[in-house]
């Protein structure tokens, strides 16, 4: 039995302790507990052990009894505050993964106009982030559902994961995956979003004219087009080559009007281009390109089709020190 003396100190150890963890943020918690199993992980048990065992039977050869009852008091102590601990990081243990979701971190990666960007999300999957696009996730990338939210453009090689489906946001639509590759293609300014699927599956949802929530599924080679006006969607089996070859650097038109070579030569090229005359917007181009800078696109563009094509650099302007983009303005020859 302990003393009324050691009580108040045990007493006082636990109101320090208690007083100490009410104040930590969830945060200090998750990094300390970390830190205790890293601690405990590292430790030897049978070695301590062995250790502890061979200096005890030493100490009873050198103290008297009433001593070494007095020293196992103070170790209890000192050790009850580290078993509450751990008990506490055990307890915790089972709740991270509810902790992680609650107490996340935004991540945001962006692909400026003129570059294409890889990224690898934690889980491993791979996302091609085309010209003028971004995608955004919680760190932790845990839980029941591993989400991502885009604007712009991606190719998606997501890791298979039957116990957390991959759930992709863009533009007030959802496409729930549980491991696939596929295309999204859901820029603010265009009218559409697009799904190109290439294998696997893939479950797309939205919501009606009427408000309410309509889902497709997808297979493979399908080509999904959701008009954003009428809320109506095609899908279609097709060739998908023009439609994802992009993430290797590959350009392909296949009868694309000339409205929509415009807008993706301003975003793989970070220039303006201007159509001078409305009838070349209905032109329709196929051809493809693998690599090409934009001079030479623009060139066999016009040994192709009766149009003209001027360039006119950008030029720096000095109260800013921005550069500005540079114009390509397209008129009937």
């Known amino acids: 039995m302990l003393n009324r003396g050691e009580n108040k100190k045990l007493d006082k150890v636990y109101s320090d302790f208690f007083e100490h963890r009410k104040n930590l943020s969830e945060a200090d918690r998750k990094i300390e507990a970390g830190a205790l ?109 591993r989400k991502v939210a885009l604007t712009g453009e991606a190719f998606l090689k997501v890791k298979k994961n039957k116990k957390s489906p991959f759930i992709l946001n863009a533009d007030k639509t959802q496409i729930k995956v549980l491991g696939t590759q596929f295309n999204v293609k859901s820029y603010p300014e265009d009218n559409r979003i697009e799904v190109a699927l290439k294998e696997g599956s893939v479950r797309f949802s939205f919501k009606n004219c009427h ?8 297979k493979p080679n399908d080509h999904l087009v959701l008009n954003k006006d009428t809320r109506e969607v095609y899908v279609n089996k097709e060739n998908l080559d023009k439609y ?26 970070g220039v303006k281009v201007i159509i001078a005359d409305d009838e070349i917007k209905n032109y329709k181009f196929t051809t493809v390109f693998e690599n090409e800078s934009l001079s030479r696109v623009l060139e066999l ?33």
């Open 37 to 145: 199993i890293e601690e405990i992980q590292s430790v030897d048990v049978d070695k301590a052990f062995k250790s502890v065992k061979n200096k005890i039977d030493g100490y009873r050869s050198l103290i008297g009894q009433k001593t070494l009852t007095w020293i196992t008091r103070v170790a209890a102590i000192l050790t009850i505050p580290l078993l509450i601990l751990s008990i506490w990081n055990f307890v915790h243990q089972g709740n991270y993964l509810q902790l992680a979701e609650n107490d996340f971190t935004l991540q945001e990666v962006s692909s400026p106009i003129g570059m294409k960007t890889h990224v690898v999300l934690p889980d491993g999957s791979d996302v091609w982030l085309n010209a003028g696009s971004k995608i955004s996730y919680k760190i932790p990338f845990v839980g029941e559902t």
């Open 211 to 218: 408000g309410k929530k309509v889902f497709t599924r997808l």
């Open 244 to 269: 994802t070859l992009w993430h290797k650097n590959i350009l392909v038109f296949d009868e694309t009007p000339f409205s929509d070579v415009a807008k993706t030569l301003e975003r793989w090229y």
């Open 301 to 333: 563009l016009e040994l192709t089709s009766p149009i003209s094509i001027k360039y006119k650099s950008g030029k720096l302007n000095g109260a800013t020190n921005k550069m500005s983009k540079s114009i390509v303005t397209i008129s009937k020859r």
